[in-house]
């Protein structure tokens, strides 16, 4: 069974743009959550989906947002890029959120903003 | 969730056991003790978790103390791919999916 899918893998971006990341999870799984990680502050919670809804933010500015469709799949929006955006985005999907089961990641999507 | 504290960093030797300690000495009744690995460049990798009781299975074991306040996760046999930062998180079993990541144990499979 297929795992979490993310696209793209890899990208580079200008300050000032914006850019949309996506994310399939695994087949069956209906909540999606996002983190960010970089060098210096490690894997950071942004926020979790479930049945289209976020149920969960982590301390992020409004310029991060996401949103979850009604197969499950999940976006993630960063508006007015910064140079320290710049970081691996991590999706990570589970059967529900509260059911109990272990996140599993995919591979993450870089960013580069310059 | 409990905090947890973990050595930066670990060496060792390949085909040998690598013993992975963690502390969470402020765990409470109702939190489970997981493990994620992340090999370099990577998303994180669910290894194993446990409440109280053993586990094992086919990466790793788990092993926590009767007190709870520690434990360890063992790869029997660590081979030149395990070697990877190792998570240990302290949470809440059915608590949606915000996991606290701290800095992990760099471990290193030596040849």
């Known amino acids: 069974k297929a795992g979490v899918t993310q696209t793209p893998r890899y990208l580079i971006k200008t300050r000032g743009q914006q850019v949309t990341l996506s994310c399939s999870p695994i087949?069956?799984?209906?909540?999606v959550s996002w983190y960010q990680q970089t060098p210096g502050q490690g894997l950071q919670f942004l926020f979790e989906?479930?049945?289209?809804?976020?149920?969960n933010k982590g301390n992020f500015p409004g310029r991060f947002s996401g949103r979850q469709f009604s197969n499950s799949r999940s976006e993630m929006n960063v508006s007015t890029l910064e140079l320290g955006d710049s970081a691996l985005y991590l999706c990570?999907?589970?059967?529900?959120?509260?059911?109990?089961?272990?996140?599993?990641f995919g591979e993450g999507s870089w960013l580069t903003v310059v | 969730d409990a905090k947890t504290t973990q050595p930066p960093s670990m060496d060792c030797a390949e085909g040998r056991a690598a013993n992975l300690p963690c502390n969470h000495s402020?765990?409470?009744?109702?939190?489970?003790v997981y493990w994620y690995r992340q090999i370099h460049s990577q998303g994180p990798q669910y290894i194993i978790h446990?409440?109280?009781n053993n586990e094992t299975n086919e990466m790793a074991s788990l092993i926590i103390t009767e007190d709870r306040k520690s434990s360890t996760l063992i790869l029997p046999h660590a081979t030149l791919r395990d070697t990877a930062v190792y998570y240990c998180?302290?949470?809440?079993?059915?608590?949606?999916?915000?996991?606290?990541f701290g800095p992990g144990t760099r471990l290193s499979v030596l040849p």
């Open positions: 446990g409440l109280k």
């Open positions: 998180i302290v949470r809440v079993f059915k608590y949606g999916q915000n996991f606290v």
């Open positions: 087949s069956g799984h209906r909540s």
């Open positions: 402020t765990i409470s009744g109702n939190e489970y």
């Open positions: 990570a999907s589970s059967l529900h959120p509260d059911s109990g089961n272990t996140i599993y």
């Open positions: 989906y479930f049945s289209e809804t976020q149920r």
